[in-house]
């Protein structure tokens, strides 16, 4: 028998926090026993775990997410993330319309925004 990846785990100052913001992300809800000032916090449909971790972050993340907008344009999501707490770390699009804008979370951890598939699809 194989291994199955059960969960990826984010190791972060306050699970909670940042769980609920990537719950917002994503429209996909926390475990329902999740509370604020809980040491982990789970997004079972995403597979996302985020744990309380005494370390603080130090560098750039070996693995993050690449987003694609499903139902709004890259740049729309952009701003909706930002609303949410995300900010703006390094904006890779191109006067074509490829690329993408790299993002951090409310405690920095990377991730990308790509194009949506409608804006691909032009």
Excluded at 36 to 50: T, V, W
Excluded at 55 to 70: C, I, S, V, W
Excluded at 103 to 116: I, Y
């Amino acid at each position: 028998m194989t291994s199955a990846i059960r969960h990826v785990t984010i190791d972060c100052a306050d699970a909670y926090a940042v769980a609920h913001f990537w719950s917002r992300v994503l429209d996909l809800p926390l475990a329902e026993e999740d509370r604020p000032g809980d040491e982990e916090a789970l997004i079972e449909r995403a597979g996302l775990l985020f744990v309380t971790v005494p370390e603080a972050k130090t560098g750039k993340n070996r693995l993050h997410f690449d987003l694609q907008p499903g139902d709004r344009t890259r740049d729309e999501e952009v701003r909706r993330l930002v609303g949410l707490g995300a900010t703006v770390l390094d904006d890779q699009r191109t006067g074509d319309g490829a690329g993408w804008v790299v993002m951090g979370d409310p405690e920095g951890n990377e991730f990308c925004v790509e194009r949506s598939a409608a804006e691909r699809e032009r």
